[in-house]
């Protein structure tokens, strides 16, 4: 069993950056494949960006690639998303994921076990 609790989110002026944070409670975290998602107002949910277990293999959505950068840190059990030149586009609650089948991380909702409740992202001036 995997709990996720993410945080960092809030209110940003376009252009301006955030990061948002995942706190696993596993102990194995380092055996997780670890993913974002989002969803925006009236919008179904949708893959941000996702990493492996070891941390050497990332993905992203094209959207929002070259902005936003997943990173985790195992010896914390820290997943972590970092997001610059934020557009209003981008508001949305933003989850994070887990899943120890995968070895790396997937675009797919359907293949992860575990999420957070989320953390709201705002981008307005």
């Known amino acids: 069993q995997v709990q996720l609790e993410e945080s960092g989110g809030g209110l940003v002026q376009p252009g301006g950056s955030l990061r948002v944070s995942c706190a696993a409670s596993?102990?194995?975290?380092?055996?997780?494949?670890m993913g974002w998602f989002r969803q925006a107002p009236g919008k179904e949910r949708e893959f941000v960006a996702a990493?492996?277990?070891?941390?050497?293999?990332?993905s992203y959505a094209n959207s929002v690639k070259g902005r936003f950068t997943i990173s985790r840190d195992n010896a914390k059990n820290i997943l972590s998303l970092q997001m610059n030149s934020l557009k209003p586009e981008d508001t949305a609650i933003y989850y994070c994921?887990?899943?120890?089948?995968?070895?790396?991380?997937?675009?797919?909702?359907?293949?992860?076990?575990?999420w957070g409740q989320g953390t709201q992202v705002t981008v307005s001036s």
């Open positions: 994921a887990a899943d120890e089948s995968l070895v790396v991380g997937s675009t797919r909702e359907t293949d992860y076990e575990y």
């Open positions: 596993a102990r194995r975290f380092r055996t997780y494949a």
């Open positions: 990493i492996s277990w070891s941390g050497d293999s990332t």
